[in-house]
């Protein structure tokens, strides 16, 4: 797998892209959700035909074996997986790229990157797997700093000791989640985490932007998951104690949790551990009513059962990527321990389910081996769907197709406002612009007291005016966000694009607090400049 | 329950002290265990009796109304419910008071008096219940300050508001857990944070110094409970806004919680609640190997069966606190749900248990009624025996005996040699000291990667020197506490006592941004000063 040739342009690897009858099964699916679509296809630019400014620095000699000036690497390392990232490329837009990628290979490496930067005034931006899709990676700020990098962690990527009585380990930030899990395996253990981007995504990148992974409940973000962090700042090393839990003022992790690369690099963790699950159950319920459907979710998130898997899918989504009709939504339902049998509280929510009117027609999986995948077929199809989803999002996108997802968080009290709210705000936009669209949604989590909703977005654009489109529509459903108080970003961090509602949503006061801490670690504003706050003034940076 | 008087000098209300057959029953244990002691009862002094120094500053005429000089109100504010506070009320020793107890009704009083002593440099002790056990409310930097306050948030005592859908109540920070919980069961709802100190102790203290409570797992401190906080600093009003779960930045929240009171005062929280239990299991098993015992806890700390009780008691305080003899101690353990039976559960840990050598002489009770209490015998004992143990801690400070308790948390591959290490430092203390003494020690909370073991100390000491020796021995089981990779505080806080150990086991980089925190919201170092980090010199203070 690590073998295989990435895509410069977008999602994963050249090989699994879509291409023949999976193509031409999307285009007819397209062509009947949106007739009058055009759905030509583009390809891609030539990288050679691209004109890239020169690097405008030069590393020092000592670092010199660590650095590259390929056009191909500073092009993929200037970009993340956003919609509007893969149109750019697939658009030629390679305007601003890192003039460096700088590939650490210690963390005593790392210490002198960031000294370098620090004294020289260059920007460095912390480069994990490159699958941000807010901006998070993206040199915007290159004529504000002399030079731009990419600090490239993908040479820290061994998992260093093992707690088999703790079931903790640590692990090197640059990993990616595949060699995480390989290396876990031989141990019977697991992390558990397994974000969409999960293939290309690494642990660094999952503990600075928050990730939200498998579990639906409890453990919903990579945060519940450290023991401690190691992190490079620029004023030194910050490293906590490995703790189960503490008290002790203010939780240090939580500081650099959700960072994003402004404080410091984070180049190692504990990371608590599961044991490999052995029972399994699955489940969906069919609904006729979504409002009956949101009820059942929300109690059984109330009731202490603790799913694995909890997801709502609305008719749109349901219909769309789990290829099931049906007027009121499909919850998809795991539960699994390592420990004992997960039938009762399988039961128990089906009940809750069937007591709001859901039905199973696949009726209820469980297993007790570890190999054997327990899930109705609904559930099946909507997983073989979300791993294809990046890709599928990358061949609509050269075929003028808009198509994005955005994510929030709520209590339930306002859901059903907040949903009518954005899909009220996308219908407007798709108005203004003259394009057709439809708006699904899912729940990727939820919270005793509220949701996470997961919106997708899939318009017909215009061909070379996509991107702009999207801008629009995002900032009017990142609007409905904001005046109906759900959080501007619930696992895909903020980055450069997320910015404007983030800096509303921030209380003043923490921002102040944060800049604070930001100056003090950062003293020379090098790092990721422009992620969660403006970069600090030119004289600021040249003390 | 608050008509009545509060002890002055030592825990809850008088009229609840330790008197009569409980005291001599419980002399005549301490005399059985720790043969030789002089357990001669020292009365308190007279309050009357002690000089206090006169008031140093007068409050503005608008903000006259909520302050008072009145002795009794000075000293009781002016000290936690640590053993060390109480014996130092006994002895008389009350040197260092507030100079002004300020009760603000608003929270405009709040930022009337942050105003006001920012302005005069005046310094502001936030003051919730008093029950601080680690001088989190104590003057102790009274000298360097031109006069201290203490501000108690009493007065902001009310429910505001409660959205039932998402189970979750806006209350304000002053409000103490019987009242608290008196107003959510109108509405079958239920905060279920019950620490030690519930009865006199507020959810703003709670938040303050990340309070644990009645949950063993999963929702182990009050952290896990918040989905917004409101606190007023210095430069302004910190409001976060109410959500379930966000990944949008560093969490704004896990900043204040812990903060204890030196970045601002917390005001009001939106608190997530619970259903009021229906299902209830309860079983203590009895072992008689200890090492047999943590494994056993550890495997269902480790399965996923999220017991709301799991207090491994060791030998020692099986024996003091619940009445059992046992060789290896006793597993407390309790399930509990409102919304489905909790049998399989508890069965399936009753099964881990014998596993690991564990008996259950009084078997397993279940009931599905609220009103009853599933709880095998030694968990009743042991119950009952935690709400007395303040009184008794306070009987026995009054009879020379060194009664003090410290907690902390590490990863389970660290318990063993822990344990033995904080043992071992305890007893070269009261050698030292040449005192006789014994240490229990239960877990307080489970972790999947370590648990939190709460020490008792109980030695015979002399009258007028306890706190020194106490002091002699604490420091000593500190060190072991950090040289073992434990927290200094799991959930009792930081405060004054646990300074020297914090600052080792705080990274120095977050030390230095919390540092950069704090001077940017309460740039004049006026908020309670001395707790988590020193107090900025005295030209900072005035600018």
Redesign the interface.
Known sequence: MRMATRSWWGWGNVADAVTGEERAALTRRVAATLPGADLTVHEPPELSSLELPAPRVRVPDALAPLASEDPVDRVAHSRGQAFRDVVRNLLGRVDRVVDQVVRPRTERDVIDILDWCTDSGVAAIPYGGGTSVVGGVEPRCAEDYPATIAVDLGGLNHVLEI?R????ARIQAGILGPALEDALRGHDLTLRHFPQSFEFSSLGGWLA????GHYAT?Y??I?DMV?SMR?I?P??????????????????D???????GI??VITEAWM?L??RPRWRAGASAVFDDYAKAVAAT?TIA?????PTNCRLLDPVEAFLNAGTASAGGVLVLGFE????PVG??MQ?AVQICREHGGRFPDGVRTTDAAEDKASSGAADTWRSSFLRMPYQRDALAAQSMIVETFET?????RFDALRAAVLDAANSAFDALGVTGVVSCRFT?V??????PYFGVYAAGQWGRTVEQWDEIKAAVSEALATN??????????GRD?RPW?DR??????A??????K???DPAGILNPGV?MDPPRTERRRP
Chains 1, 2 share one sequence.
Do not use: K, N
């Open positions: 707690d009585t703790s079931r903790a932007t928050r990730a939200g409890v919903t973000h945060d023991e992190v700042t004023i030194g090393v910050s490293e906590s104690r490995r703790l189960p839990g503490s008290g002790a003022g203010p939780a240090p939580r500081m650099f949790l959700g960072s994003e404080l410091g608590r599961q044991d929300r109330q009731s202490g059962l603790f321990s390592a420990d004992h009762e509280p128990r968080a709520c209590t339930w009290d989590h919270y005793p007291d509220g949701p996470a108080g759900a959080t501007i970003t619930h696992h895909h961090a903020v997320h983030y949503q921030r209380p003043d006061p923490f102040a607090a944060l800049r604070a801490a100056s003090t670690l969660l």
